[in-house]
């Protein structure tokens, strides 16, 4: 699936939160935004599930207008959202079930979807029984199970730990590869998006503009970014951060200081 920002403005009343964004992200392409806190990434992604509407200018799907919400464009959050009175396999079935599929057909899918994750074992656990890297593997089976054309992630690893965060890139980035959805990926993570974007776009502070776009032409990325330096630190520097003190910052949250 094809999205498209063309020439879109968005206010919250007095509040301008994107002064103007055009873009095209390509069937199959996963393009990561990055900027400050509050500058409008969120917003642009509401925008393409049909959640919010632009002021001016318009959001396509396949060149088709986004009027509203529609399982083809799966939103995924930082929150898992489970619900806390099913199993892991009953809330991934449950994407199934709201399209009104088969409840076993579904079942049987979750199921699939769930030891693609690697929770093979844990189908019939409730949510309050696993970890939250656990929980959050069961809502990225729920946003696969119905293989949307896009997926649309807000900050989907940003409440859980720096080792726990890496694993789970790595098997979105196992499920991106094999499922092959568009992927709109908001992050404020650099080296969440240098490792699994194709492109990178750098906003300002709100209202949100592109300071920067970068490409990536590597698909066989490991967490060793080193080939990224430079990049890295030009986002960074885009973004207002010294790398050096991030370096610093990085390696306090690793030793849990």
Request: overall charge negative; some cysteine; glycine content about 6%.
């Amino acid at each position: 699936m094809k999205l498209s920002f063309r020439n879109v403005h968005k206010r919250f009343a007095a509040l301008e939160v994107v002064a103007e964004f055009n873009s095209e992200i390509e069937s199959g392409e996963l393009v990561a935004l990055v900027g400050p806190s509050g500058c409008g990434k969120s917003t642009l992604l509401h925008m393409a599930a049909g959640l919010e509407k632009p002021s001016s200018g318009t959001v396509l799907a396949d060149d088709r207008p986004v009027t509203g919400p529609h399982p083809e464009r799966m939103l995924m959050f930082q929150e898992n959202a489970l619900y806390p009175w099913l199993t892991l396999s009953q809330n991934v079935a449950m994407a199934l079930e709201l399209q009104n599929a088969d409840k076993q057909d579904a079942l049987t899918k979750a199921r699939e979807w769930l030891e693609k994750v690697k929770l093979k074992g844990f189908e019939d656990y409730y949510p309050h029984q696993v970890s939250g890297g656990m929980r959050q593997r069961t809502a990225l089976a729920r946003a696969f199970v119905s293989q949307p054309k896009a997926l649309l992630l807000d900050e989907p690893f940003g409440a859980l730990d720096a080792l726990t965060r890496m694993t789970l890139q790595d098997a979105l980035r196992e499920l991106i590869l094999e499922a092959r959805p568009t992927v709109l990926l908001v992050t404020h993570d650099v080296d969440e998006a240098l490792f699994l974007a194709d492109r990178i776009l750098v906003f300002s502070p709100r209202p949100a503009i592109v300071l920067r776009e970068f490409s990536l032409s590597s698909h066989q990325k490991t967490h060793d970014l080193s080939e990224y330096s430079v990049m890295r630190r030009q986002i960074l520097a885009l973004l207002g951060i010294n790398a050096e003190q991030d370096e610093f910052a990085k390696t306090l949250g690793e030793v849990g200081i």
